[in-house]
Each structure stands twice: as C-alpha cells, then as structure tokens.
C-alpha cells in the first residue's frame, strides 16, 4: 500500500497523475483504502459534538474525499480513453461499491440533520455558501434522505443494480462497436473513399491479422465519412445497419432486456420519491423546471425542422432521378445524396476545405480565441507523464503569467478510446482547501494521420475541436471556492451552453479567414470558399435538427412512458409515427446504444443540448453585432458564464450577460428554420 502511486502525493511539478508509474493492481487498494479514509472522515463530521455549522458540517464535507475523488478521476479517464478488458473488469467491481459508498453518506440521517439544521439557517450565510447549502440540501433531498429505512434501503438497491447495469451497457455497446466487421477485399469497393479512411480501414485489418484487405468498424468515425463517400449503395447500407443493430446483435453483447429493466427500475425509483416519472425527478433541478418547458421547446423546433427536411428530400430525390437511378432515397443514402447536394448548391465539397483545416491550425485558432475574450495563453508542457503518446500538456496563464490551470488534449482515435468526443478533469478548480488549480483534458476521436503527414479535420472535427474546448474553458476559468460548485457542475442543460458557445467563433468567417492556412502552401482560404462554407452552415438542417429531436423524444419516451415497455423496436415505431418522423430519417440514437441516456447521465436531459443551444444563439447575437472579439462582451462572458460555474443562479446571470431572456426564434434563424 506505502507504494502505491494513486495514494501518494502526485508530486512533479503540476500534480499529474504520475501515469507510467500506476499499473493494474494499483486500483482497487486504492479504491478500497481511500474509501475508508472518506468513511473516517464523514464519521468525524457526524461524531462532531459541536453545533452545526457551515463550516464544520458542509465545509469539512467539501474537503472530505480527496484521495478518492484523485484516484476515481484517474481511474474513470482511463477507463473511457485508454481502456482495457482489466480496467473494465476493475469497474464492474468497484462501481456497485462506490454506488453503496455514496448512498451510505447521501441517506445517512445523523448527517442529513445537521444539513438540514444549516439550510433552515442558510439566510445568516454568505451568497457562495448559501447557494452551496440549497444544491447540497436539494441533492440529498432527491435522493431520498426524507425517506424511512425500509424506503431508502429499497432505493439503495435500485441504485446498486442501475450502477452495474449502465456500466454493462456501455460495455457492450464497445464491444459491439469493435465485434462489427465489414471487410472489403477489392480495391474497386473503395472508390471514392478518402486517403485517411482507406488507411485506418487498411490498420484496422493488419490489427484483425488480415492482410491485403480493408476492414470497417460500426464507429461513427469510420461510418460517416464511408457514408459520405462511397458510392456503392450496398456497402453503405451494410455499413449503416451494423451502426444501428449494436445493442441488438448477439446474445452476451444485447442490450435489449437491459434498456428495459433501467426504465422500470428508474421509474421505480421515481415513485418512491414522490415524482410520477423518472423524467419529472430528473428535470426537477434544471434549467428547464418540468417537462411541459421541455416539451415546448420541442415542440416548436420540430414542425420548422420536418418541413425543411421533408424539401432535403425532394432535393436529393431529384439527385438520385436526374443520375438514371430509381431507388426511393433511404436513410442510409442521406449522407452520400446530401454531400452532392451540398456541392450542386455550394459548389463546395467537405474535401476542399479539408486542406485548410490542419490540426494545428484549429488548435491555435481556438487557443487565440481564448485568448482574446478572456486574457488567458497556452504553453506547450514538453515533458510531462502520459498514458499514452498522444496525450499533450500545456500550462494555462492569465494575462500576468499567472498559472491558471493544467490543459490536457488527447485527440486521435484509437481501439482503446471510446467514441465521440468529451470533456473531463482529474481536478476541479476550488478554494476552500487551499488553492487548487483545475486540471482538464479533451479528447477526441480525429483520424491519426499517417507518420509525417499532417492532421486534416473536416468541418464537423474543427466544431467538435472548439466545442469541446468550451467545455474545458469552463473548467479551467472557473473561479468559486467550493468543489461542489466548479466549473462544469452545472445543471445539465446549462452545461453545454459555454460549449456550444465556443462554436460560434469557428462558425465566424473572420476566425476562418485569419487561421484556416494551407497546410503546403501557407495560403489563407480563397474568400470564396470561405463564403461558401459559411452559407452552407444552414444547409442540411432540416435533417440534423430532426434526427436529435427524435433521439430527445425517444429519451423522454422512454422515461416517461408508464407502462412496461414489452418490445423496444415496437414502441420506438409507435412513437415516430406518431411524431411524423420520415422513413429517410433515423432518430441520432436508437435505445441499444443510446449510451447518453442509458450510461452517460443524460437520461431525460438529451433535450439540453437544445436548450443551451437557445442560450448560445441568444447570447452570441452581441458578439454579431459588436465584433466577435468584444472585449467588454469578452469581460462579461467570462465574469458571468464561464468563471461562475454553478455559484450563482444560472439564469439571473444569463441575463446578466445578455440583458435579457434567451429567444427560442434565434435558434430557429441559426439553423435556417425560420
Ligand atoms: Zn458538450
């Protein structure tokens, strides 16, 4: 134990995981050690004889659990970027513990008192506190602390089994991902497909021990730009299908009867709390309020969005006629037929652009951004522990050189990694316990290129690149004293408003125009391209706008919905029928691997992304109008959204920014809808 690194003091320079150093067998005596140490502490908090205080109850709350919350962060990165069949073996082991070990603190009475004693008195405290006392009071208070004992042992159980179920989930939506094999022996089958793809295809089967063939995997990484670009209908359509039936496929790997017993269970769960579904708890403390707002907000995009998806279609009908074709367009053609579509009416293709948009260049282009809106600069660390090559370190300064915090990114695909492409920390900003700088890490799920070559995203990467780089400003400007408070720990659908915020700026023809450079040339993108790009951002809206509807309704559906769910392809059908969902369109997600809501916590919060996105739109009309880098707007942004975290109430400082309420109608401008 004396040896093990997560228990130590990660002791270079910046507090890095000292990841060369932690093997296998280090997790679980660290898991189960710190464990322990967190019990011992919370015991003192509750042995406490003295009166209940905020410091002595909460404060010392918000201290407690350091050496778990360290090896947790470094475990749970690891498990999602560089996995392995141990490290999920270690977290079907330690989840149902850690479910138990939270439950204990959270329905623990002697504890919850004292709480309750210091929310009732929450008037005498200061505004930080006072809003940490009501998140921390409300947070137990949802999860059943005004239960009796049998209720909340009951509920202890439903959480355990829900833990081990969504961590099973997951593990089978990778292992379908990797289990699909669509292999292509003849070159003639890969006309038209890009250079990058054809080479991972070309690795992918070199890893499966075969030689001179090509393999695709059901990612979206290798599905997309195959979809896009093959004209081979059939492979497309094969292709397509292994991407859908994951979760449905074999018998160890289905995820069928799990789906089904999540939604029973949290609706279970709902009831014993006093809510009538698993919906109405979880939008009880957002931005949102109830699902009726939810609902609305839908509700209103989703005519707009049907309408201009039903003309994409016509449009590419027409495509497919006019080429001698008579097929009727499917879902699995829409992005081939689009990307056509998208060249007739932009005379622009994706692979134009690509040349421009090197890695580096996105990269120093969201880094300059930052630095202009918020003072803050990027070094480059040279040396620090890694878990893997890929992973960089850069030192965040403010504008007096001041160490601000620890960036991480992690950008390439790779087998171990999961897909998509996300945010997280290995420590949150806070200040209760001495100053603790944020450590924060991107990773993605960009192409690797080959040895040599530069790294050539596409448009929708050099999105995701600032996306989730708005995420990681979150974290790394955040400036509050309390953990609980930092950063990122925001209410759902507020959380991707600073990301999505971030967008805005790649989206600008001006950052385009300064920092998308020929990566041979060095030249600047033709104006034309450019204005091309720019207008093309409406285009196929109709159908992105539709396809996330449809997977923010199946998500409510599913957890609203109050009878048991017999057969899930069944009672997804019923329910875009009855929305009016074209054939031509599948929902983002089907439920087998719909891994956001059933093991990614956004279960009845699919809708967020939506929501924060009427902020974003709202909220960047200053920016269109008084220059994109505003530095009074800049100022603001960064006073009232991104250092805040979750201190203050959210939507009073919304309007603090933007002077006035989000307008769902500039959202709908966004997206060409209205
Ligand atoms: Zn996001």
Not at 254 to 279: D, I, P
Not at 536 to 545: D, I, L, P, W
Request: hydrophobic share 35%.
């Amino acid at each position: 134990m004396k040896n093990n690194p997560l228990l130590k003091e990660f002791d270079n320079q910046y507090g890095i995981p000292p990841f060369e150093e932690i093997k296998i067998e280090h997790y679980l005596p660290a898991f189960k050690k710190s464990i322990e140490t967190h019990k011992a502490e919370i015991k003192e908090i509750i042995d406490n004889v003295e009166k209940p205080s905020f410091e002595n109850v909460l404060n010392d709350m918000e201290k407690s659990g350091s050496d778990l919350n360290k090896v947790s962060r470094v475990f749970y990165n690891l498990l999602s970027a560089d996995s392995s069949d141990d490290l999920n073996k270690i977290a079907s082991e330690i989840s149902p513990i850690l479910s138990r070990h939270n439950d204990e603190i959270i329905l623990n009475q002697e504890l919850f008192t004292k709480i309750k004693a210091i929310y009732e008195h929450r008037d005498n405290l200061d505004s930080e506190q006072r809003r940490l006392t009501e998140v921390i009071y409300k947070e137990f208070k949802s999860k059943g602390s005004l239960l009796d004992e049998e209720n909340r042992k009951q509920l202890q159980c439903f959480n355990e089994e829900l833990s081990k179920l969504s961590l099973k989930f997951n593990q089978n939506v990778l292992k379908e991902t990797n289990n699909f094999n669509m292999v292509i022996e003849s070159p003639s089958d890969l006309e038209g497909l890009p250079d990058d793809l054809i080479h991972i295809a070309k690795e992918q089967a070199i890893d499966a021990g075969m030689e001179n063939k090509w393999l695709f995997k059901a990612t979206r990484e290798n599905l997309y730009p195959f979809l896009t670009s093959s004209g081979k209908r059939e492979l497309r359509e094969q292709l397509y299908k292994g991407y859908l039936n994951r979760g449905k496929n074999s018998n160890s790997e289905n995820n069928e009867e799990l789906v089904k017993r999540m939604a029973k269970l949290r609706k279970n769960k709902a009831n014993l709390l006093g809510f009538e579904s698993h919906a109405d708890l979880a939008l009880d403390d957002t931005m949102a309020e109830n699902k009726e707002n939810v609902f609305s907000l839908l509700d209103k995009v989703w005519k707009p969005a049907i309408a201009r998806a039903n003309e994409e279609i016509s449009d590419m009908q027409k495509i497919i006629q006019s080429e001698g074709n008579n097929f009727k367009l499917e879902a699995w053609d829409w992005w081939h037929y689009s990307e056509k579509l998208r060249k007739e009416k932009y005379d622009f293709s994706e692979a134009e652009i690509r040349p421009y948009l090197s890695l580096e260049n996105i990269r120093l282009a969201a880094f300059k951004t930052a630095e202009r809106l918020f003072q803050v600069s990027f070094h480059k660390i040279e040396d620090h522990p890694k878990y893997h090559e890929d992973l960089e370190g850069y030192e965040v300064l403010d504008q007096n050189n001041r160490l601000i915090g620890i960036f991480f990114t992690d950008y390439f695909a790779r087998p171990s990694k999961q897909g998509g492409a996300w945010m997280t920390s290995y420590r949150d900003q806070s200040k209760n316990n001495g100053e603790v700088l944020p450590m924060i890490i991107n990773v993605c799920n960009f192409p690797k290129p080959k040895e040599g070559e530069p790294t050539l995203l596409n448009l929708e990467h050099a999105i995701t690149l600032f996306h989730e780089f708005g995420h990681a400003l979150h974290g790394l400007l955040s400036n509050v004293t309390y953990p609980s408070l930092s950063g990122t720990s925001v209410p759902r659908d507020y959380v991707e408003f600073p990301s999505q915020m971030m967008e805005n700026w790649i989206r600008s023809p001006e950052v385009l125009f300064e920092f998308a450079t020929h990566h041979e040339s060095g030249e600047k993108i033709p104006g034309e391209l450019m204005d091309k790009y720019v207008a093309s951002q409406k285009f196929n809206q109709g159908f992105a706008t539709t396809e996330y509807l449809a997977a923010s309704y199946l998500d409510l559906a599913w957890h609203t919905e109050k009878d048991d769910v017999h057969d899930i392809k069944d009672f997804e059908n019923k329910l875009f029928n009855k929305k009016g969902l074209p054939a031509e369109i599948d929902s983002r997600y089907e439920s087998t691997y719909f891994s956001h809501i059933f093991a990614g916590g956004y279960s009845s919060s699919y809708y967020s992304y939506m929501w924060s996105e009427v902020l974003d739109s709202s909220a960047f009309e200053g920016f269109e109008k008084n220059g994109i880098f505003n530095k009074d707007l800049g100022r603001k942004l960064k006073e009232f959204v991104y250092s805040s975290g979750n201190s203050k109430d959210l939507m009073s400082q919304f309007k603090k920014f933007n002077g006035s309420e989000p307008n769902p109608l500039r959202l709908l401008k966004k997206r060409g809808l209205a």
